[in-house]
């Protein structure tokens, strides 16, 4: 199994907040210009960068699994997993 993430300082600081507050309608014209030349900024320029430059070192991890892999069950680990993520980002 390979862990693949985004390394850190390359997606905006304030995404997220922004995103929410355009959500919430509550975005001001100056972030909402941020938000947009964000935006544009990742759309254009991430495709150009090399896998290494966007995620560094993939992290390796092995396992063996006993018995037999019910069907949905990486599916759900994998959401489980995400959700984990998710909540450290907004710590």
């Given at each position: 199994?390979?862990?693949?993430?985004?390394?850190?300082?390359?997606?905006?600081?304030?995404?997220?907040?922004?995103?929410?507050?355009?959500?919430?309608g509550t975005i001001t014209e100056t972030?909402?210009?941020k938000r947009q030349e964000d935006r544009e900024y990742v759309i254009?320029?991430?495709?150009k960068k090399s896998f290494k430059e966007l995620?560094?070192?993939p992290e390796v991890h092995?396992?063996?699994a006993w018995g037999q892999i019910e069907k949905g069950e990486?599916?759900?680990r994998i959401r489980e997993l995400r959700r984990q993520t998710r909540a450290l980002q907004v710590d």
């Open positions: 199994m390979v862990t693949v993430s985004l390394k850190d300082g390359l997606w905006p600081n304030d995404w997220f907040e922004l995103r929410s507050k355009h959500r919430e972030e909402a210009q254009y320029n991430y495709p995620f560094g070192e092995k396992f063996i990486i599916d759900r």
